[in-house]
């Protein structure tokens, strides 16, 4: 039969990851109709408590995008970067390179700033650039899920709204596991998705956007429809999304997000997340060679980088991989362009460790147990 073959692996990688068996049965929940009351049921409480999650002022729409993170993101190009304007790519890895990409392809004024891989955004080169550059929207990410950098959003936001520019962050690998920081550093949007800290399957883009983000919008020629927030939020404002959302996906999220507040509690998810990363950081110090790869009071509480000891080379992490799959674990080798720079310039390899979503305490360190086994046996 089909599937009966499929591996069940615990995920360890920076998402997908591992799904809770309550949001696994959540699949089986009945369809339903988009247009139809029953939709209501589901979309009612998803966005409640993705408020309640996110802390967002009531003055903030929240936005259920089809797609995954990328397609928010590019709504958030489309729909607030107009074609007169120049947009800031602040970059501190992959995915600060991939908002620069989206800028880019959709024809936009686009400089970036980029910061060496493990690095956290320094303010004083934003502020050069804030001044070099004059930009009239800044976008960065708050969680560099290709270096485990974690970036401080409020006062990134602070010194971007002082030079009177509008601030996008990428929230992707994060929401769901640490504060948004909406409240307080007030974005113009803020962006993320359902398969990483908020432990669901990948399927739909979360945008959570201001007020002056709407009005911007109306000033933004050529949004393109499923790129346009305000076509979007006319949907969203109805608990409704734009284009036929999945059924099995809401029905999962509906779950999920009760689960988060009414039973876990967000305190509690928080305080877990960070647990986890002091479990990643205590671990990697007691092995020989090994060190956290980002900077120090900028690490992640969803996602660990680690730099290997000498001896370690790409090839043999993915002998490492295949290890840990034998152990009945996804084992995440590190962002591969970033190992190839690495290794070419003749530093250290690093892989990651993914502690986001539903992965307990318990369950890590018995992988981080095993991981150790592994590495000294490969290394
Ligand atoms: C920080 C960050 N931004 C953007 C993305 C792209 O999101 P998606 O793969 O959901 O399109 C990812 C995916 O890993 C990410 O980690």
């Known amino acids: 039969m089909i599937g009966s073959d499929f591996a069940e692996l615990q995920l360890f990688i920076t998402g997908p990851i591992l799904l809770r068996k309550e949001v696994r049965e959540a699949g089986l929940l009945p369809e339903f109709g988009h247009r139809d009351s029953e939709n209501v049921k589901r979309f009612g409480p998803i966005m409640e408590n993705l408020r309640k999650l996110s802390g967002a002022p009531e003055d903030y729409d929240i936005i259920i995008f089809n797609g995954s993170g990328t397609n928010v993101l590019e709504a958030s190009v489309r729909s607030l970067v107009a074609s ?54 800044v976008t960065f990410t708050q969680n560099e ?101 999945n059924g099995t996906l809401v029905n999962q999220m509906c779950v999920q ?57 790409v090839e043999k992490l993915k002998q490492v991989k295949e290890a840990m799959r034998g152990h009945g674990y996804l084992f995440d080798p590190g962002y591969g362009k970033i190992n190839k720079e690495l290794e070419a310039s003749g530093r250290q390899p690093i892989f990651r460790i993914g502690h986001m979503a539903d992965i307990s305490p318990e369950m890590l360190k018995k992988y981080l147990e095993i991981l150790s086994g592994v590495l000294k046996d490969i290394n």
């Open 84 to 137: 007169d304007d120049t947009v800031l790519n602040v970059s501190v890895g992959a995915f600060g390179d991939l908002y620069h990409k989206l800028a880019v392809t959709n024809g936009k004024n686009a400089v970036q700033l980029k910061f060496d891989y493990g690095r956290a955004i320094d303010l004083d080169k934003l502020e050069q650039a804030l001044e070099e550059y004059s930009p009239d929207v």
């Open 257 to 313: 997000l009760d689960y988060i507040v009414n039973d876990e509690t967000i305190e509690k998810r928080f305080a877990r997340h960070e647990e986890m990363r002091e479990m990643a950081h205590e671990w990697v110090e007691q092995m020989d060679g090994y060190s956290l790869f980002a900077q120090e009071g900028y690490r992640s509480p969803s996602v660990s980088a680690v730099q290997t000891a000498p001896g370690m080379t």
């Open 145 to 245: 899920t290709s270096t485990g950098v974690f970036n401080n959003v409020p006062e990134v936001c602070a010194l971007i709204h002082k030079y009177g520019a509008k601030s996008l962050v990428d929230a992707v690998s994060i929401f769901g596991g640490a504060p948004s920081c909406i409240a307080e550093a007030k974005p113009m949007m803020y962006s993320t998705s359902t398969q990483k800290s908020l432990g669901l399957p990948a399927g739909f883009g979360i945008a959570f956007v201001s007020p002056e983000g709407f009005e911007k919008a109306e000033k933004v020629e050529n949004r393109g429809y499923t790129t346009d927030i305000l076509a979007q939020v006319e949907k969203a404002r109805n608990l409704q999304t734009l284009t036929t959302p």
